[in-house]
């Protein structure tokens, strides 16, 4: 049974920056892909951000490249979304999400495992 846990949300400003970490146990450590899905209220959820982690491709929605960074450190079982610049559109519930497979889907449909979500606030 996978489990993911997010920690990391918070209010800030905008143009400050705010590093979101998730914690992954159980997970198979091959062939697995993990990604943070956001959802703003009243908006479908978007892929923000995942990586593959066999071969460590990355993927960004357009609205975050440049700004947005994820990355794993496998010594303590933990994904992170380093997110700077930010801005009051970035403001959601920020969830961690995965699924074994080949790739990572775009859709965020297609994740199977959740965490309980961590809400990132950004004011003007």
């Known amino acids: 049974q996978v489990q993911l846990v997010e920690s990391g949300g918070g209010s800030v400003q905008a143009g400050r920056s705010l590093r979101l970490s998730c914690v992954v146990s159980g997970r198979a450590w091959s062939s697995y892909c993990l990604g943070w899905i956001r959802q703003a209220p009243g908006k479908e959820r978007e892929a923000v951000a995942t990586?593959?982690?066999?071969?460590?491709?990355?993927t960004y929605a357009d609205s975050v490249k440049g700004r947005f960074t994820i990355s794993q450190d496998n010594t303590k079982n933990t994904l992170y979304l380093q997110m700077n610049s930010l801005k009051p559109e970035d403001t959601a519930m920020y969830y961690c999400?995965?699924?074994?497979?080949?790739?990572?889907?775009?859709?965020?449909?297609?994740?199977?495992?959740w965490g309980q979500g961590t809400q990132v606030t950004v004011s003007s």
């Open positions: 990586l593959h982690i066999t071969d460590g491709t990355t």
């Open positions: 999400a995965g699924l074994t497979g080949p790739y990572c889907p775009t859709s965020p449909r297609l994740f199977l495992h």
